[in-house]
């Protein structure tokens, strides 16, 4: 009783003076400094770091605040992503198991038709999607005339019936960038998966500047960036942080960022990689939150493993972005009815699909985009 009356009498100064000592962490300090001055392209990766290595809790809780001030806390993105061509990949991204280098007893399959596709559009937009993406598994587009074509129609059509859409093919060139920008492309996936250091491990097929090139076509030609990662691929925490300090130093930060956990598929070659935990997926996007404030933070692959509760948790540090549908290209996802469940108990609203244009830059104008395509050949 004695402590309760001597802290009753305690003045407020000392109280402000414990709060401030209390939460003086990095997650803090700049989580402050993001709601305070905005978007920033200059992050050091030590800055980065310390966020990351923040005392979990406060993480969260600063992340949560950088959420609030960018973002309607309570309105989630729900894309669908549909494979629309799968399996039979040239490369050897080791975590996937459409890479014909593996047996995972995937079988290799053409393009789907403009019916097939459009039904599964049509589908996932009665069941509250707003964005729905595409994807081959194929390293580029170069070469591929007849089915990139087909692609740009799918794009116009599914873009016809007021969805966001986006493709993720591989690597692209600039014509192509700028052709999917003309059929009304809204965003096109490219990610990162890992820290450069780490990549050579990972995929050693194609560079990480490679990657990078493709990403500078997509922001080039005004069409949104959506790039991140995988984690539990082996990588150390250093690495996580190392993806996200190039993802938060690009020129303009990726309009989307998934953060995926992997999904060990057997026959591949990470098929024994340990499960991730929650509090790994928990630091990896509450720090994605602080470094870009603005980005659509997507729970992406790994939701499937997650309870209600760590998915909440997830939301708290900053998730506002889900993949919904039955599949994700190859691998399980979250049940239709749970996630309806889930969105009711968390108080949660779908995110209605933005239009808005990022305008190309001047060499990708109309006029001059005729020129580029014809010489695309
Ligand atoms: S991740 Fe993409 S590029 Fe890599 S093997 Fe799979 S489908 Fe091919």
Known sequence: MMWIMRSIRRPLGQFQVAAASFSSSAAAVEAERSIREGVRND?????IKSIYDSPILDLLFHAAQVHRHAHNFREVQQCTLLSIKTGGCSEDCSY???????STGLKAQKLMNEDAVLEAARKAKE????????????????GRKTNFNQILEYVKEIRDMGMEVCCTLGMLEK????????????AYNHNLDTSREFYPNIITTRTYDERLQTLEYVRDAGINVCSGGIIGLGEAEEDRVGLLHTLATLPIHPESVPINALVAVKGTPLQDQKPVEIWEMIRMI?????????????????RVRFSMPEQALCFLAG???????????????ND???DQTMFKLLG???????FSERPAPKEFEPENTEVAAASSG
């Open 43 to 47: 992050w050091r990766r030590e800055e």
């Open 96 to 102: 996937c198991p459409q890479s014909s280098r593996y």
């Open 127 to 142: 069941a509250g999607s707003t964005r729905f993406c595409m994807g081959a598994a194929w390293r580029d587009t170069v």
């Open 175 to 186: 014509q192509q960038a700028l052709e999917l920008k003309k059929a009304g492309l809204t």
């Open 286 to 302: 509450a720090t994605a939150r602080i470094v870009m404030p603005k980005a659509m933070v997507r729970l992406s692959a790994g």
């Open 319 to 333: 998730a506002n972005s889900i993949f919904t549908g039955e599949k994700l290209l190859t691998t399980q996802n």
């Open 336 to 338: 239709y009815d749970a």
């Open 348 to 354: 949660l609203i779908p995110k209605a699909p933005d």
